[in-house]
């Protein structure tokens, strides 16, 4: 999630896109119609993750200022992990 976060940050698609599950990858990531100053990370809540688990969970509020107003993210993220690595799936946002 922390590197996700960061490529959000760094506005690194590439990354995005290669750590996202294919099965609910987009096409593309278009970062030039965004105008955000993302600000922090921080992580609620994990469920499962660990090095023997295929399946986790990550609750994270992502703070962030748009258009001169701060603003929070919430999201709990369901992650898969596919031959040692880690892809991010899908998340429900509140």
């Not at 760094?10 to 600000?39: C, G, M």
Request: net charge positive; charged share 30%; glycine share 6%.
């Amino acid at each position: 999630m922390r590197s996700r976060y960061s490529a959000y940050v760094l506005q690194n698609a590439d990354y995005l896109l290669a750590t996202w599950h294919k099965n609910t990858r987009p096409k593309q990531l278009a970062f030039s119609q965004e105008n955000v100053i993302w600000q922090r990370l921080d992580i609620l809540n994990t469920k499962k993750g660990g090095v023997k688990d295929e399946k986790g969970r990550v609750e994270f509020s992502a703070f962030y200022v748009e258009n001169a107003e701060n603003r929070v993210m919430h999201e709990v993220s369901r992650f898969k992990k596919i031959t040692g690595y880690w892809f991010y799936v899908d998340g429900v946002l509140d």
